[in-house]
């Protein structure tokens, strides 16, 4: 599974938290083949026959087919910032999977966090992905950074969050909406990742952040284990 595959996941789970639906409503969908998903892209689902991609219309299909109310409360301004930051997350995870596919000075720990974590796996076959992860970068760009350059956008995009995330409460108020997954997949995954990247050495020292992912990471936890 790839890094924005788990981003993303996360953040599909936390509105299933949120909601108060079963982890089942998510589990039995998602699907991890990048054969079969809409433009070889992770994460996708098939419900009920449809398969839907791209981490955006995914929740939006889940918000609408179970009919629900977390984001209906949210004034057009509102919306128009989460769809800013959504965008913006976008962004970052390149920079997130080039920290530790790319920078020579993490790929050691990422690859054997994945070996570690992940038996299956093999040294031959984390090569060829890194490989396939080398021309992905260059495609779009963020290959052809130098090291600095690439952690100057992420770190760019996280003091935009950390602007934007209140000390208390979320980022529209004291309820969460669908943002604050979106968010939490993206800033967990840094956090709570023992690589000790530019990005994370950030998010450490941003206390607003920390403590908005660790309230919905705490909320996600408790709700695995009554489950």
């Avoid at 989460?82 to 790319?102: A, P, Q």
């Avoid at 992905?136 to 602007?163: C, E, M, S």
Wanted: hydrophobic share 45%; net charge neutral; glycine share 6%.
């Amino acid at each position: 599974m790839s890094m924005v595959s788990i981003s993303l996941t996360l953040a599909i789970r936390v509105v299933l938290v949120f909601l108060f639906l079963p982890f089942s409503a998510l589990d039995k969908v998602l699907d991890f083949r990048t054969s079969a998903a809409p433009r070889g892209q992770l994460p996708y689902i098939v419900d009920d026959g449809e398969t839907i991609g791209d981490s955006d219309t995914i929740i939006a299909h889940v918000i609408a087919k179970n009919r629900l109310k977390i984001d209906a409360a949210l004034t057009a301004g509102q919306r128009d910032m989460s769809l800013l930051i959504t965008r913006m997350l976008d962004d970052l995870y390149w920079v997130m999977s080039y920290s530790r596919w790319k920078d020579e000075r993490f790929w050691p720990a990422f690859r054997d966090a994945l070996l570690r974590e992940h038996p299956s796996l093999t040294e031959a076959g984390l090569r060829k992905a890194q490989e396939f992860n080398f021309q992905r970068y260059h495609f779009q760009g963020i290959g052809r950074y130098a090291p600095d350059a690439a952690y100057a956008r992420g770190l760019a995009d996280l003091k935009v969050l950390a602007d934007i995330i209140p000390a208390n409460g979320y980022v529209h108020g004291e309820t969460p909406t669908s943002i604050d997954a979106g968010i939490y997949g993206f800033i967990a995954n840094i956090f709570f990742y023992d690589i000790d990247t530019p990005l994370k050495q950030f998010v450490v020292s941003a206390g607003n952040m920390v403590r908005h992912c660790r309230v919905i990471h705490d909320v996600v936890m408790a709700r695995s284990r009554s489950t």
